[in-house]
Protein backbone atom coordinates (compact mmCIF):
# COMPACT_ATOMS: atom_id res chain seq x y z
CA UNK A 1 0.00 0.00 0.00
CA UNK A 2 1.47 3.53 -0.76
CA UNK A 3 1.95 5.49 2.59
CA UNK A 4 0.38 8.66 3.05
CA UNK A 5 2.71 11.70 2.28
CA UNK A 6 2.79 14.99 4.49
CA UNK A 7 4.12 17.60 2.42
CA UNK A 8 6.33 20.24 4.07
CA UNK A 9 9.78 23.03 3.44
CA UNK A 10 13.26 23.12 5.25
CA UNK A 11 16.39 25.54 4.44
CA UNK A 12 19.04 22.77 5.25
CA UNK A 13 22.18 24.99 6.38
CA UNK A 14 25.73 24.11 7.54
CA UNK A 15 25.48 20.59 7.37
CA UNK A 16 28.94 19.04 6.22
CA UNK A 17 26.01 16.90 3.77
CA UNK A 18 22.79 17.82 3.57
CA UNK A 19 22.74 15.62 0.87
CA UNK A 20 23.36 12.80 2.89
CA UNK A 21 21.55 13.68 5.95
CA UNK A 22 18.37 13.98 3.22
CA UNK A 23 19.17 9.94 3.02
CA UNK A 24 19.69 8.76 6.67
CA UNK A 25 16.50 11.08 7.13
CA UNK A 26 14.72 9.01 4.62
CA UNK A 27 15.98 5.32 5.09
CA UNK A 28 15.10 6.09 8.94
CA UNK A 29 11.18 6.19 7.71
CA UNK A 30 10.63 2.09 7.62
CA UNK A 31 12.67 1.95 4.29
CA UNK A 32 10.20 4.48 2.82
CA UNK A 33 11.83 6.19 0.34
CA UNK A 34 11.43 10.25 0.82
CA UNK A 35 10.84 12.09 -1.84
CA UNK A 36 12.46 15.37 -2.82
CA UNK A 37 11.85 18.63 -4.57
CA UNK A 38 14.88 21.01 -5.54
CA UNK A 39 13.65 23.90 -5.52
CA UNK A 40 17.25 25.89 -5.19
CA UNK A 41 20.57 24.49 -5.15
CA UNK A 42 23.83 26.69 -5.60
CA UNK A 43 21.30 28.38 -8.57
CA UNK A 44 20.94 24.92 -10.50
CA UNK A 45 17.66 24.88 -12.31
CA UNK A 46 14.76 23.18 -10.25
CA UNK A 47 14.43 19.81 -10.81
CA UNK A 48 12.75 16.55 -8.76
CA UNK A 49 15.09 14.11 -7.86
CA UNK A 50 14.33 10.99 -5.64
CA UNK A 51 16.53 9.53 -3.00
CA UNK A 52 19.28 8.62 -2.88
CA UNK A 53 20.32 12.07 -3.80
CA UNK A 54 23.46 13.25 -5.54
CA UNK A 55 26.20 14.96 -3.84
CA UNK A 56 26.88 18.41 -5.67
CA UNK A 57 28.64 19.41 -2.14
CA UNK A 58 25.99 22.16 -1.99
CA UNK A 59 26.27 23.86 1.42
CA UNK A 60 22.70 24.95 1.61
CA UNK A 61 19.18 23.30 -0.30
CA UNK A 62 16.27 24.44 -0.09
CA UNK A 63 13.92 21.27 -0.58
CA UNK A 64 10.89 20.55 -0.59
CA UNK A 65 10.07 16.77 0.60
CA UNK A 66 7.28 14.45 1.19
CA UNK A 67 8.16 11.99 4.06
CA UNK A 68 7.19 9.71 7.28
CA UNK A 69 8.31 12.33 9.38
CA UNK A 70 10.79 10.13 11.51
CA UNK A 71 13.83 11.20 13.12
CA UNK A 72 12.77 15.31 11.81
CA UNK A 73 15.45 16.05 14.21
CA UNK A 74 18.09 14.83 11.61
CA UNK A 75 17.92 17.75 9.99
CA UNK A 76 19.12 21.36 11.15
CA UNK A 77 16.31 23.75 9.69
CA UNK A 78 17.05 27.69 9.19
CA UNK A 79 13.55 28.60 8.14
CA UNK A 80 10.64 26.83 7.30
CA UNK A 81 9.49 23.48 8.88
CA UNK A 82 9.78 19.58 8.52
CA UNK A 83 6.78 17.54 7.72
CA UNK A 84 4.55 16.32 10.81
CA UNK A 85 3.76 13.20 11.18
CA UNK A 86 1.46 11.73 9.81
CA UNK A 87 -1.20 9.30 12.12
CA UNK A 88 -1.01 6.10 9.86
CA UNK A 89 2.45 5.91 9.71
CA UNK A 90 3.40 6.65 13.32
CA UNK A 91 6.36 4.92 14.38
CA UNK A 92 4.50 2.91 17.06
CA UNK A 93 2.78 1.14 14.18
CA UNK A 94 5.43 0.29 12.38
CA UNK A 95 8.37 -0.20 13.32
CA UNK A 96 9.04 -3.28 16.18
CA UNK A 97 9.78 -2.14 19.61
CA UNK A 98 13.11 -2.58 21.50
CA UNK A 99 14.48 -1.55 24.55
CA UNK A 100 18.34 -0.71 24.99
CA UNK A 101 20.30 -0.37 28.40
CA UNK A 102 23.80 0.36 27.52
CA UNK A 103 26.65 1.81 29.75
CA UNK A 104 30.43 2.43 29.39
CA UNK A 105 33.18 1.38 31.93
CA UNK A 106 37.47 3.17 32.20
CA UNK A 107 39.91 2.77 34.49
CA UNK A 108 42.07 5.35 35.21
CA UNK A 109 40.05 7.50 32.64
CA UNK A 110 41.74 7.25 30.23
CA UNK A 111 43.14 3.87 30.38
CA UNK A 112 41.50 0.51 29.78
CA UNK A 113 38.03 0.42 28.76
CA UNK A 114 34.71 -1.58 28.15
CA UNK A 115 31.42 -0.95 26.97
CA UNK A 116 28.27 -3.26 27.17
CA UNK A 117 24.46 -3.15 26.09
CA UNK A 118 21.68 -5.23 27.15
CA UNK A 119 18.47 -5.19 23.95
CA UNK A 120 15.30 -6.81 24.45
CA UNK A 121 12.58 -7.36 21.96
CA UNK A 122 9.59 -9.25 23.37
CA UNK A 123 10.89 -12.41 25.43
CA UNK A 124 14.51 -12.27 23.73
CA UNK A 125 17.49 -10.58 25.12
CA UNK A 126 20.69 -9.90 23.56
CA UNK A 127 24.00 -8.90 25.93
CA UNK A 128 26.88 -7.57 23.60
CA UNK A 129 30.28 -6.13 25.00
CA UNK A 130 33.83 -4.95 23.96
CA UNK A 131 36.65 -3.42 25.28
CA UNK A 132 39.13 -1.06 24.14
CA UNK A 133 43.05 -0.85 25.68
CA UNK A 134 43.11 2.93 25.65
CA UNK A 135 39.87 5.07 26.03
CA UNK A 136 37.90 6.98 28.51
CA UNK A 137 34.45 6.46 29.95
CA UNK A 138 32.73 9.36 27.94
CA UNK A 139 34.20 7.01 24.80
CA UNK A 140 32.65 4.21 26.11
CA UNK A 141 29.27 5.69 26.55
CA UNK A 142 29.22 6.56 23.14
CA UNK A 143 30.73 3.18 21.91
CA UNK A 144 27.94 1.06 23.48
CA UNK A 145 25.04 3.46 22.05
CA UNK A 146 26.33 3.16 18.64
CA UNK A 147 26.86 -0.83 19.04
CA UNK A 148 23.91 -1.15 20.38
CA UNK A 149 21.68 0.93 17.85
CA UNK A 150 24.02 -0.99 14.78
CA UNK A 151 22.54 -5.03 16.50
CA UNK A 152 19.47 -4.05 15.12
CA UNK A 153 19.02 -5.06 11.88
CA UNK A 154 16.22 -2.99 10.99
CA UNK A 155 14.79 0.30 11.89
CA UNK A 156 13.08 -0.10 15.14
CA UNK A 157 11.13 2.29 17.86
CA UNK A 158 13.85 2.23 20.16
CA UNK A 159 13.42 2.76 24.19
CA UNK A 160 17.09 3.70 24.84
CA UNK A 161 18.29 3.70 28.99
CA UNK A 162 21.68 4.96 29.86
CA UNK A 163 23.21 6.52 32.95
CA UNK A 164 25.65 8.69 31.43
CA UNK A 165 24.08 12.60 30.90
CA UNK A 166 26.72 13.16 28.94
CA UNK A 167 25.06 10.85 26.44
CA UNK A 168 21.50 11.44 27.00
CA UNK A 169 22.58 15.30 26.58
CA UNK A 170 24.68 15.02 24.10
CA UNK A 171 22.15 13.19 21.82
CA UNK A 172 19.08 15.08 22.90
CA UNK A 173 20.46 18.67 22.71
CA UNK A 174 23.55 19.11 21.90
CA UNK A 175 23.96 16.96 18.27
CA UNK A 176 22.25 19.08 16.02
CA UNK A 177 23.24 22.58 17.01
CA UNK A 178 26.98 20.91 16.58
CA UNK A 179 26.26 19.85 13.17
CA UNK A 180 24.83 23.21 12.04
CA UNK A 181 28.35 25.12 13.31
CA UNK A 182 29.96 22.29 11.52
CA UNK A 183 31.30 20.22 14.67
CA UNK A 184 32.22 23.40 16.37
CA UNK A 185 30.63 23.76 20.07
CA UNK A 186 29.10 27.26 20.90
CA UNK A 187 32.90 29.23 22.11
CA UNK A 188 33.90 27.20 18.53
CA UNK A 189 36.61 24.81 19.82
CA UNK A 190 36.41 21.06 18.18
CA UNK A 191 33.25 18.96 19.69
CA UNK A 192 35.30 15.90 21.45
CA UNK A 193 34.66 12.14 20.41
CA UNK A 194 33.57 14.11 16.96
CA UNK A 195 34.27 10.52 15.36
CA UNK A 196 32.07 8.65 17.88
CA UNK A 197 29.61 11.42 17.60
CA UNK A 198 29.15 10.94 14.21
CA UNK A 199 29.11 7.16 14.07
CA UNK A 200 26.22 7.67 16.94
CA UNK A 201 24.39 10.38 14.50
CA UNK A 202 24.13 7.97 11.46
CA UNK A 203 22.92 4.88 14.36
CA UNK A 204 20.10 6.88 15.63
CA UNK A 205 19.02 8.17 12.35
CA UNK A 206 17.60 4.62 10.94
CA UNK A 207 15.74 4.11 13.99
CA UNK A 208 12.95 6.48 16.70
CA UNK A 209 14.73 6.79 19.42
CA UNK A 210 13.61 7.97 23.02
CA UNK A 211 16.29 8.36 25.10
CA UNK A 212 15.90 8.08 29.04
CA UNK A 213 18.75 9.00 31.84
CA UNK A 214 18.99 6.81 35.07
CA UNK A 215 21.14 6.79 38.01
CA UNK A 216 23.99 4.62 37.82
CA UNK A 217 24.73 2.25 40.90
CA UNK A 218 21.22 2.44 42.27
CA UNK A 219 20.09 -1.51 41.61
CA UNK A 220 18.31 -0.75 38.09
CA UNK A 221 19.02 -4.67 37.36
CA UNK A 222 20.20 -4.48 33.38
CA UNK A 223 22.32 -1.18 34.68
CA UNK A 224 24.08 -3.16 36.69
CA UNK A 225 24.39 -6.13 33.86
CA UNK A 226 25.88 -3.83 31.61
CA UNK A 227 28.18 -2.64 34.11
CA UNK A 228 29.17 -5.86 34.86
CA UNK A 229 29.24 -6.79 31.18
CA UNK A 230 31.57 -3.66 30.55
CA UNK A 231 34.21 -4.47 33.54
CA UNK A 232 34.62 -7.96 32.63
CA UNK A 233 35.84 -6.50 29.05
CA UNK A 234 38.76 -4.39 31.37
CA UNK A 235 39.66 -7.35 33.06
CA UNK A 236 40.38 -9.48 29.86
CA UNK A 237 42.04 -6.62 28.42
CA UNK A 238 44.41 -6.50 31.45
CA UNK A 239 45.26 -10.23 31.24
CA UNK A 240 45.53 -9.68 27.45
CA UNK A 241 47.92 -7.19 27.68
CA UNK A 242 50.99 -6.24 29.90
CA UNK A 243 51.41 -3.29 31.99
CA UNK A 244 54.17 -1.66 29.69
CA UNK A 245 51.71 -2.67 26.78
CA UNK A 246 49.01 -1.00 28.30
CA UNK A 247 50.73 2.00 29.08
CA UNK A 248 52.13 2.15 24.98
CA UNK A 249 48.56 1.86 24.25
CA UNK A 250 48.00 4.86 26.36
CA UNK A 251 50.64 7.13 25.56
CA UNK A 252 49.74 6.78 21.60
CA UNK A 253 45.79 7.33 22.64
CA UNK A 254 46.74 10.39 24.47
CA UNK A 255 49.39 12.22 21.82
CA UNK A 256 46.46 11.12 19.06
CA UNK A 257 43.88 13.24 21.42
CA UNK A 258 46.43 16.03 22.09
CA UNK A 259 45.45 19.59 20.00
CA UNK A 260 47.67 20.41 16.72
CA UNK A 261 48.72 23.87 17.85
CA UNK A 262 48.40 26.44 14.78
CA UNK A 263 51.16 27.44 13.02
CA UNK A 264 51.70 31.93 13.26
CA UNK A 265 51.27 32.72 10.24
CA UNK A 266 53.99 35.44 8.59
CA UNK A 267 52.01 38.81 9.58
CA UNK A 268 50.63 37.19 12.97
Not at 14 to 29: E, Q, T
Not at 115 to 137: D, F, Q, S, Y
Not at 171 to 179: M, R
Request: proline content about 7%.
Amino acid sequence: MEPEWSPGRARLQGLDDPFAALDRWGRAGSNRPVRALVLEQSRQPLREIDLPLPRPGASQVLVQVWACAVCRTDLHVVDGELPNPMSSTAPSQSLKKVTLHTDGACEGNPGPGGWAAVLEHGARTKEIAGGVAATTNNRMELQAAIAALNALKEPCEVEAFTDSEYLRDGVTEWLSAWKARGWRTADKKPVKNEDLWRQLDESVARHHVHWHWLKGHAGHPLNERCDQLARAEIDALRKRFTPAQLAARLEAFEQDRAPVKRQLGLFE
